[in-house]
Structures are given as C-alpha cells and as structure tokens.
C-alpha cells in the first residue's frame, strides 16, 4: 500500500470530484493521505477536514492525517512586529495540534523558500509570474503554470492579510529582510516541533536562476534541522546537500512527481543514492502533476508513478518501493 506524505486535500479546485479523486486513490492502492497546513487558517481547516473524513464510513479503507504549520511565503506579513505576531500564531498552531493529538502528527509545511530574488514579494496579478522561471528551479513545471509551485505560493500570499495589490516599498521587503523574516517564522516552528516532539515537514528551494549550483537555502535549512527528525518534502538538494543528508541527518528525503520530468536527472540519480529506508513517497496535490499529466491538476492517485520511477531507478519492484516507504512514515510516526 502507498503513502501519500504531503497533500492538500482542502484546495478549492477539489471540491466537484472530491470523492471520486479519494475513490481514485483508493483504487491506485493509497491507503494513507497526509493532509498539510500552510497557514493558521488552512492547517485548522486541515484537521477538521480528516476528522469528518475518518467518521465517514465510505472512507474506512484509508487513513487520514493533518499537520500544523506556516509556509515560508506567508512571513511577509509578519513584517510589523514579527516577535510578537509569530509567538501569536505559534500558539494558535499548538492550540490545533492540541485538539487532537491523535490526528495531528507533524509541523509544517514550514521552513525556508529564497526562489523569489525581487525586492518586492510579486502581487497576484504581476505579469511576470506568467514567464518561464529558469529550469534549474525545478519545482516549478513551466508547462502546467495553473497547478505549479509558483501558483500555489502566490494564492498563499492572496488568501493572507497582506494587501498584495500594493506592494510595501522595496526597503521594507529586501532580500533579506525576507530571508531574515522566514528564518524567525522557521525557527519557531522548529522550537515548536520540539517542544510537542513531533517531526518536521520542511519545505526548502534555493534561487538557481543565476547559478545553478546555488544551495544557500538547503545549507540552513539542514543546519537547523539536522539535530531533529522529519521529512523534508518535494526534495530539490543537489549531490552534495544529498550526501549530507544521508551521512548527517535523520531526515526522510520525500519525492513528488517532479522526479518524473525529463529535465530533472538529479533527482532521479539522489534516489538512487539515499537508501530506500530513507525515502517517502508524496503528491504535493493539487501541484506538481506528473510528466503523464502535465498541465493539469494532481492528485493523491499519482504517488504510484513517483513509487514507479524510484522502482525503476533503483531496480527494484514497485511493490518492495510501495512497501518499504509506506513502513518509513510509520516508524516516523512512532516517533512522536
């Protein structure tokens, strides 16, 4: 049975086939979805999303699972007095976790994103996020832009307080004052997971327009977290952040559908150095559809074609990859 490590079930584009996308999932063999936060509102609206889908009984053949965090893209409107408005929402994320604890079993999706070089954090409607970014940053798919990260992180930036539609003036949102302001919000929620001794699903993508070998992002990301546990989520870490991590951490290194894509080798050639009991499997739904289905919504079912391509890289069966990554997120869980 496969696992799906990291979905987000509550988006809007699945609310005309919910069923039949479950139905779909089932049917490719997921028994177990995790359903990410990336935000307050979202990662409340996340749990309460599994617990009536667990009193459902046409759902008794898959298990549900939420997790409490803050995407690295929504700092920004922490600008005003980031000290204090952080500690506010940390507290409201451990209030979440604490009205379940059965159900709510991880922090994140939180941690550290530097792909966006302009001064300004773009609005929704800037016309710049219609251009292809550069291939090096490969979660963004530039032939699927309605379901690709960048369009995922800009409705994040739409749904939160901050008025897009006029930017603040550039001072204000330097580079790196918004590397400085997303380092706060991740720590936090490293202290966080500690505290609750729950692991970490860390998202993480360096700016490699300029240069490709760039991994400022991954080298904090793995400094501040190599002393706990988790997963660290769309995996994007060249050879050498690969290496470290499997010599270094404790991490799960997860893959999503983007390994699927011609262009991305070096994701194809790191799962098949990091060893299969450090490797999950994920979706990233409703983004990141795989190369079969490019340009249109993903959903929980394709984790089997992820499972099938580190099947193929490795040799090994689709079965044993099924198997083995399902095991590796349940001894994570046991962890908590």
């Known amino acids: 049975m496969l696992t799906d490590t990291h979905a987000h079930l509550y988006w809007d584009s699945f609310e005309e086939d919910f069923d039949d996308m479950l139905k779909r999932a089932i049917n490719a063999g997921v028994s177990t979805i995790i359903n990410v936060g990336v935000d307050i509102e979202k990662s409340e609206q996340a749990l309460k999303q599994v617990q009536n889908l667990e009193k459902d009984p046409k759902w008794q053949n898959i298990k549900f699972f939420s997790t409490i965090g803050i995407h690295p ?34 922090v994140g999706e939180c941690g550290l994103d530097f792909f966006f070089p302009s001064p300004v954090i773009p609005s929704v409607s800037e016309k710049s996020l219609d251009s292809s970014p550069s291939a090096q940053n490969d979660r963004i798919d530039t032939n699927q832009m309605n379901y690709s990260a960048v369009n995922y992180e800009v409705s994040l930036r739409a ?36 505290k609750l001794n ?7 993508r360096d700016d490699r327009s300029k240069n490709s070998e760039n991994s400022e992002a991954w080298d904090e990301c793995i400094e501040m977290t190599k002393n706990h546990f988790g997963i660290y989520h769309c995996y994007s870490g060249l050879l050498p952040t690969t290496n470290y991590i499997i010599q270094n951490t404790h991490f799960l290194v997860s893959f999503t559908a983007n390994i699927t894509y011609p262009k991305n080798e070096y994701l194809r050639d790191a799962a098949k150095i990091i060893p299969l009991d450090r490797i999950v499997l994920e979706t990233d739904s409703p983004f990141l559809a795989p190369q079969s289905n490019r340009g249109k919504r993903n959903e929980p079912a394709n984790v089997v074609e992820v499972a099938q391509t580190i099947a193929e890289v490795k040799g090994i069966s689709l079965e044993e990859v099924a198997s083995k990554t399902s095991e590796n997120v349940a001894k994570l869980l046991r962890m908590r």
């Not at 007095?81 to 929402?89: E, R």
């Not at 790196?176 to 966080?192: A, E, G, M, P, Y």
């Not at 729950?198 to 993480?204: D, K």
């Open 73 to 106: 893209h929504e700092s920004v409107k922490y600008s005003d007095n980031p000290d204090v408005s952080i500690h506010q929402d940390i507290t409201k994320l451990e209030q979440i976790y604490q009205s379940n604890i059965s159900r709510c079993i991880a």
């Open 159 to 194: 749904s939160s307080s901050v008025n897009h539609s006029s930017p603040k003036p550039a001072a204000r949102y330097s580079g790196s004052r918004i590397k400085n302001l997303q380092r706060k919000l991740f720590q936090t929620q490293i202290d966080l997971a500690k």
């Open 198 to 204: 729950l692991p970490l699903i860390v998202h993480c």
